[in-house]
Nanobody, 116 residues
């Protein structure tokens, strides 16, 4: 069993930066593809960024050039560096780890609010 715990959310002004972290328990972290999702009020949860077990990354068009996903397998942690934040980035951000479709793990989420 893997538990994921997000941290680093908070209130930031437009144009500011935040770094989210997602720490994983267990010993299989390095074999998991890791993802950041977000869900804004009244909207569906959307995929923001992915980093595979091999280190390949992919981003939603809305965050390309502003967000960077990375991982540290020695620390069992995945990060989401967010810069040039906009009001539209306000959401609860969730970390998800998966290996195929059989093993899927979600964190509890962390709130990011972008407001003057």
């Amino acid at each position: 069993q893997v538990q994921l715990v997000e941290s680093g959310g908070g209130l930031v002004q437009p144009g500011g930066s935040l770094r989210l972290s997602c720490a994983a328990s267990g010993s299989i972290f390095s074999s998991l593809h890791m993802n950041w999702y977000r869900q804004a009020p009244g909207k569906q949860r959307e995929l923001v960024a992915t980093i595979t077990s091999g280190g390949s990354t992919n981003y939603a068009d809305s965050v390309k050039g502003r967000f960077t996903i990375s991982r540290d397998n020695a620390k069992n942690t995945v990060y989401l560096q967010m810069s040039s934040l906009e009001a539209e980035d306000t959401a609860v951000y969730y970390c998800k780890g998966n290996r195929g479709t059989t093993w899927v793990y979600w964190g509890q989420g962390t709130q990011v609010t972008v407001s003057p």
